[in-house]
């Protein structure tokens, strides 16, 4: 096991209580989100595609091609 890896485990086996260890629970969870959303944002803005099709939405936004949201939901 990486030995940072032991040394969280270690930490979080000598800590009794619930509440301490469900606030550590939550950063852990917080932090991975955090990686995951860093790690989309990287594939998401290294893909010329996508770039492309932002830059066309910005532009229809700008020249105000795009319709209001209650206008296309229908019975929802």
């Known amino acids: ?3 940072l ?3 969280a485990i270690d930490i979080i086996e000598c800590i009794d209580s619930n509440r301490k260890l ?3 629970i939550d950063f852990m969870e917080f932090i991975k989100v955090r ?3 860093e790690e989309t944002n990287n594939i ?4 010329p595609e996508i770039l492309d099709r932002i830059d066309k939405a910005r ?6 091609e795009f319709k209001n ?5 229908e019975d929802v």
């Open 22 to 24: 469900a606030e550590i």
């Open 1 to 3: 096991m990486i030995p």
């Open 44 to 47: 998401l803005l290294n893909d």
């Open 5 to 7: 890896k032991k040394k």
């Open 59 to 64: 532009m229809q936004i700008k020249n105000g």
């Open 35 to 37: 990686e995951e959303r």
């Open 69 to 73: 949201v209650d206008d296309v939901m």
